[in-house]
């Protein structure tokens, strides 16, 4: 996968794809950040969209890749 600009994505939308990248399911996002599922799962589909890719295995990757180029 091409690496693909996180500043597409919003505050909000970051702060699910890292707790996406920690493993955790909408359920348990949600309940971290104080949301309902729902509104879990349209943050997904708005980072699927925007960074080309709805498997969430390989966005959650990115994500660490990303983090990992930072340190």
Not at 41 to 57: A, E, F, M, P
């Given at each position: 996968m091409a690496k693909k600009n996180l500043s597409l994505l919003t505050p909000r939308e970051r702060e699910v794809l890292q707790l996406i990248a920690q493993g955790m399911s909408n359920a348990e996002i949600a309940a971290a950040l104080f949301i309902s599922e729902h509104t879990v799962?349209?943050?997904?589909?708005?980072?699927?969209?925007?960074?080309?890719?709805?498997?969430?295995?390989r966005v959650a990757l990115l994500a660490r890749a990303q983090d990992g180029e930072r340190e």
């Open positions: 799962k349209n943050h997904v589909s708005n980072i699927y969209r925007k960074l080309g890719d709805n498997d969430r295995t």
